[in-house]
């Protein structure tokens, strides 16, 4: 869904994409790993989904953390 939202503002200028990216980040921000994992899963076929819940989609959840901790 977040490409989508994203993609659909460029024609809107930065300012618009800034908007939308603040704003999924702070989701990012305010969710515990589990829940970005099972989020992420959700949007994924089954075989896909089931590679994420893994340690791959923990790591990942890791690393959004992470490259959002700076502001």
């Given at each position: 869904m977040q490409n989508p939202v994203l993609f659909g503002t460029t024609s809107q200028g930065e300012q618009e994409q800034r908007a939308v990216v603040s704003q999924m980040a702070a989701v990012v921000r305010n969710?515990?790993?589990a829940d970005l994992v099972a989020g992420m899963a959700s949007l994924l076929p089954e075989v896909d989904a089931t590679?994420?819940?893994d340690a791959y989609g923990a790591d990942n959840a890791v690393h959004m953390h992470h490259a959002l901790a700076a502001g």
């Amino acid at each position: 869904m977040q490409n989508p939202v994203l993609f659909g503002t460029t024609s809107q200028g930065e300012q618009e994409q800034r908007a939308v990216v603040s704003q999924m980040a702070a989701v990012v921000r305010n969710s515990y790993p589990a829940d970005l994992v099972a989020g992420m899963a959700s949007l994924l076929p089954e075989v896909d989904a089931t590679e994420i819940t893994d340690a791959y989609g923990a790591d990942n959840a890791v690393h959004m953390h992470h490259a959002l901790a700076a502001g």
